[in-house]
């Protein structure tokens, strides 16, 4: 719908298990995000990629890793998680020194 | 440091009736403004923003929103509500200058009853 497809779109997973949400755009655009929405808190920016090189990561804990292997793809890795990750998980692209972001539908996490 | 702030967690409003959800920024220089709206299980979807010239901008589903420099706010409007327009809405923020990524608020939810 937007150009951003997020999957999966639900995850169920344990404390150990080792699990990667994907997000893939389709609008050229050269920077990408990962937000995290906890319920009844403001969206977290977790990390931002530019020209696939990382350029923010804002304190976010290690069992949380990512990897954008070109412009048009991002991955989240995630192990060993903790049930306080439970969370939709958004990213978005948008064009550096553009304006708007788009954003995908969402991964809604949930750590068991 | 930029930051936004949505004083209402909840606006309610009748179907037919207009309405207002409010949204004050803090942010150095001249900003980008947008708001985005989130249906349930969705991820956000854009609906107008603020780049330069006329304070009054329209968007889309009859959304418009009026920047007030001097009162640093953007509030999202809409003359007449539909039950369909009930929803989360994000009002955000970037930085002209340099580089700078969206600072959203924390929300809020729009109801509005038939």
């Known amino acids: 719908e937007t150009g951003v497809t997020q999957t999966p779109r639900h995850l169920v997973m344990g404390m150990t298990n080792k699990k990667s949400l994907k997000c893939e755009q389709h609008l050229g655009h050269n920077a990408m995000y990962w937000y995290k929405q906890s319920a009844k808190k403001p969206l977290e920016l977790m990390f931002v990629?530019?020209?696939?090189?990382?350029?923010e990561n804002n304190s976010v804990p290690s069992r949380f890793s990512p990897e954008c292997p070109n412009s048009s793809h991002l991955f989240l890795h995630l192990h060993t998680l903790q049930p306080e990750d439970s969370a939709l998980y958004l990213c978005a692209s948008s064009q550096e020194g553009g304006t708007e972001a788009f954003f995908g539908q969402g991964t809604r996490l949930t750590v068991v | 440091a930029q930051s936004v702030a949505q004083p209402e967690d909840q606006v309610n409003v009748a179907e037919g009736n207009p309405l207002t959800v409010k949204c004050t920024y803090s942010v150095s220089g001249n900003p980008y403004l947008f708001w985005y709206v989130q249906y349930p299980n969705r991820g956000l979807q854009f609906l107008l923003k603020y780049i330069t010239g006329d304070n009054l901008v329209k968007g889309s589903y009859g959304f418009e929103a009026e920047f007030n420099k001097s009162q640093t706010s953007f509030h999202l409007k809409k003359p007449s509500a539909l039950v369909s327009d009930s929803a989360l809405y994000f009002c955000?923020?970037?930085?002209?200058?340099?580089?700078?990524?969206?600072?959203f608020g924390k929300g809020t939810m729009l109801l509005v009853s038939p």
């Open positions: 955000a923020v970037r930085e002209r200058s340099g580089y700078s990524t969206l600072t």
């Open positions: 990629y530019s020209l696939e090189e990382r350029v």
